[in-house]
């Protein structure tokens, strides 16, 4: 019969005495029998067993139901697209990647059940005070049901809600940590005797144009500005940002590949960056040749309305010009034991809002490192929530 039907199919052609013989035409049979088999099991099998599949529908809403400043709950739209229950592990697992790095379990209150082609908002708790997340924190979680997870990717938690005061940051603008708290005792060896107070806060997050004049000896009597050498302004007023593409070519930054170079100190010593020796910060890996210029900047956020007068040391090996915010606070050379000593404080304001730390850096030969320490100063202020960020796009100031 199935050879007939072939032979319908494909009839034999003149001279020919025959069509499709019998072998062939159970060869095809069976190789049909495979494929109809092959679909079932693949296809129809997988819609009868039924497969759960969650997606996120919404974006992550975090509120401080408890009025203590720090985020305590969370709600996120879920949908199964699936073809059966798929029922939520009830632990969410919470990442946060700074200000402080930390990993910590919430709980899901509500909604563990989700049907085929359902949509429904959960509620996601911390189980107590010390789990709660901190304003402007850089965060992800991850929900997981059966063998499978869904993760929201890393965000900004906001601020200015749930107890919180002063303007609003712009939190996608920027990524966040905060300073450094620096004893004596977090102060490298050849340092730590003049250190310039009992403690105080250092920035690690900073932008780094070097080496210019690689090689050059009496740098420390160098004054000429190489960012607007090459054609972005002065040094003081330049603003690079996360992403930037300018380039530099003039005397001429390639230990930095000629770009500014995000960096993040994170040594033995963090705030105290290293760029050539071993007698301040011998974790940090730049490794640079021992005579050259760097150009480095810092943000502080203030995200407080008020503007905070503080103190500001400098400490680098060799000299130094130290501005804030475009302002000239202080310069030097190595003259004596300079090169290795905290300068005599200054008082700073940092308004509200960004703040910019620049500092030129040259060392004139053998160890080179840089490090800003501030410190609260008469008038009691609330310096922990301040942040060093990196900006990702071109950050602007009405105080500049």
Same mark, same amino acid.
């Given at each position: 019969m199935f050879t007939k039907i072939l032979n319908k199919i494909f009839p034999r052609k003149?001279?020919?005495?025959?069509?499709?013989?019998?072998?062939?035409?159970?060869?095809l049979l069976i190789a049909l029998t495979v494929t109809a088999a092959a679909i079932v099991y693949f296809v129809v099998v997988p819609l009868l067993q039924g497969k759960g599949e969650i997606v996120q529908m919404?974006?992550?809403? &975090?509120?401080?139901?408890?009025?203590?400043?720090?985020?305590d709950t969370a709600t996120i739209k879920l949908f199964n697209?699936?073809?059966?229950?798929?029922? !939520?592990?009830?632990?969410?697992? !919470?990442?946060i990647y700074s200000p402080t790095e930390n990993t910590t379990s919430? &709980?899901?209150?509500?909604? &563990?059940?989700?049907?085929?082609?359902?949509? $429904?908002?959960?509620?996601?708790?911390?189980?107590?005070?010390?789990?709660?997340?901190?304003p402007l924190s850089q965060y992800e979680m991850s929900i997981t049901y059966g063998s499978k997870s869904i993760t929201t990717g890393r965000q900004f938690s906001s601020y200015g809600t749930g107890g919180e005061s002063g303007p609003e940051p712009p939190v996608l603008n920027y990524t966040a940590?905060?300073?450094? !708290?620096?004893?004596?005792?977090?102060?490298?060896?050849?340092?730590?005797?003049?250190?310039?107070?009992?403690? %105080?806060?250092?920035?690690? &997050?900073?932008?780094i144009s070097g080496i210019y004049k690689s090689g050059t000896s009496n740098l420390q009597l160098d004054t000429t500005d190489y960012i607007a050498s090459n054609g972005f302004g002065a040094a003081e007023d330049y603003r690079p940002y996360l992403g930037i593409t300018d380039t530099f070519s003039t005397d001429i930054s390639a230990h930095t590949g000629y770009q500014n170079l995000a960096y993040n100190d994170t040594? #033995?010593?963090? %705030?105290?960056?290293?760029?050539? %020796?071993?007698?301040?910060?011998?974790?940090?890996?730049?490794?640079?040749?021992? $005579? %050259?210029?760097?150009y480095m900047y810092s943000y502080i956020y203030n995200p407080t309305p008020d503007a905070m007068d503080l103190s500001i040391s400098i400490q680098v090996d060799d000299a130094y010009y130290l501005w804030v915010n475009g302002d000239l606070l202080g310069s030097g050379t190595q003259v004596a034991s300079g090169w290795k000593t905290w300068r005599?404080?200054?008082?700073?304001? !940092? #308004?509200?809002?960004?703040?910019?730390?620049?500092? $030129?850096?040259s060392d004139a030969g053998g160890n080179w490192d840089a490090q800003v320490l501030m410190w609260d100063t008469g008038t009691i202020d609330d310096i922990t929530g301040l942040l060093n960020v990196w900006p990702l796009v071109v950050p602007t100031s009405t105080f500049w």
């Amino acid at each position: 019969m199935f050879t007939k039907i072939l032979n319908k199919i494909f009839p034999r052609k003149k001279g020919n005495k025959r069509g499709v013989s019998p072998v062939i035409a159970t060869i095809l049979l069976i190789a049909l029998t495979v494929t109809a088999a092959a679909i079932v099991y693949f296809v129809v099998v997988p819609l009868l067993q039924g497969k759960g599949e969650i997606v996120q529908m919404s974006g992550v809403t &975090l509120t401080d139901d408890d009025v203590d400043g720090f985020y305590d709950t969370a709600t996120i739209k879920l949908f199964n697209l699936g073809t059966d229950l798929v029922t !939520l592990n009830e632990d969410v697992t !919470l990442i946060i990647y700074s200000p402080t790095e930390n990993t910590t379990s919430w &709980l899901i209150s509500s909604n &563990l059940e989700f049907l085929t082609q359902e949509t $429904k908002e959960i509620t996601i708790v911390a189980i107590d005070d010390v789990n709660e997340m901190a304003p402007l924190s850089q965060y992800e979680m991850s929900i997981t049901y059966g063998s499978k997870s869904i993760t929201t990717g890393r965000q900004f938690s906001s601020y200015g809600t749930g107890g919180e005061s002063g303007p609003e940051p712009p939190v996608l603008n920027y990524t966040a940590m905060a300073m450094y !708290l620096r004893t004596a005792a977090e102060d490298p060896s050849t340092s730590r005797a003049s250190f310039p107070t009992t403690s %105080g806060y250092s920035p690690a &997050l900073w932008f780094i144009s070097g080496i210019y004049k690689s090689g050059t000896s009496n740098l420390q009597l160098d004054t000429t500005d190489y960012i607007a050498s090459n054609g972005f302004g002065a040094a003081e007023d330049y603003r690079p940002y996360l992403g930037i593409t300018d380039t530099f070519s003039t005397d001429i930054s390639a230990h930095t590949g000629y770009q500014n170079l995000a960096y993040n100190d994170t040594g #033995n010593y963090p %705030g105290c960056v290293t760029f050539s %020796g071993t007698s301040f910060d011998a974790a940090d890996t730049f490794n640079w040749p021992q $005579k %050259g210029i760097a150009y480095m900047y810092s943000y502080i956020y203030n995200p407080t309305p008020d503007a905070m007068d503080l103190s500001i040391s400098i400490q680098v090996d060799d000299a130094y010009y130290l501005w804030v915010n475009g302002d000239l606070l202080g310069s030097g050379t190595q003259v004596a034991s300079g090169w290795k000593t905290w300068r005599t404080p200054v008082t700073v304001t !940092l #308004n509200p809002g960004y703040n910019v730390i620049t500092v $030129k850096a040259s060392d004139a030969g053998g160890n080179w490192d840089a490090q800003v320490l501030m410190w609260d100063t008469g008038t009691i202020d609330d310096i922990t929530g301040l942040l060093n960020v990196w900006p990702l796009v071109v950050p602007t100031s009405t105080f500049w």
